[in-house]
């Protein structure tokens, strides 16, 4: 397949040769360079010409798990990070940003993570009513002794996206400080870090 294309024909940019003193860009046909025809400047085609087909999930079309993870003697921001991207489903290769590819995430014994360095004893957790003077901090100790599921639970929660589909990725956790939890007819399978 030989012969002249004018410009218009073919959506190309402006850096194919011009031939023959010709005032519009034309570019020539030739078969043998490439699969596509196109003879560019310096003889192979410098743009991607060939049709790339990505994997796009759809809601209520994704395959979701179900796993267990213990949270003895962990660290709880690693922990939490982890957490967040089973979540998320970004373990997986089909996951995609606009749509809840994550898993479920069961998590046992909550009460029994660990914190590094002096945090717990210096961190406080911040608590507002929303009306003048509501501004009250709490100390992780007191967090941990009263609601040992709200330590993770927020830990994972500033990890996940701040909108509804965040809140959604947050609702398929679910934290128990004992060692039993209620979802075993879902056999959740244990998560290895």
């Known amino acids: 397949m030989g012969g002249w294309v004018t410009w218009p024909t073919l959506a190309w940019p402006c850096f194919f040769r011009f031939s023959r003193g010709l005032t519009r860009p034309q570019i020539r046909l030739n078969s043998t360079v490439c699969g596509c025809g196109l003879d560019c400047y ?11 087909c990505s994997f796009v999930a759809k809601t209520g079309h994704v395959d979701q798990k179900w796993f267990h993870v213990d949270a003895t003697d962990q660290v709880l921001g690693r922990l939490a990070a982890k957490i967040a991207t089973v979540l998320m489903g970004k373990h997986k290769p089909t996951y995609t940003a606009h749509v809840d590819t994550g898993d479920f995430v069961v998590v046992t014994n909550a009460a029994k993570f660990k914190l590094t360095g002096g945090k717990a004893e210096t961190m406080m957790y911040p608590l507002y009513s929303f009306h003048p003077g509501g501004y009250k901090e ?3 100790r007191r967090i941990l002794r009263d609601k040992p599921e709200f330590v993770l ?3 994972v929660r500033r990890m996940l996206p701040k909108n509804a589909l965040g809140r959604h990725m947050l609702s398929k956790l679910k934290v128990y400080a004992s060692d039993t939890h209620p979802h075993t007819a879902q056999q ?6």
């Open 42 to 52: 310096l003889g192979v085609n410098p743009m991607p010409h060939h049709q790339l």
């Open 138 to 140: 709490i100390p992780f």
């Open 188 to 193: 959740p399978a244990p998560f290895a870090f």
């Open 153 to 155: 639970e927020s830990a």
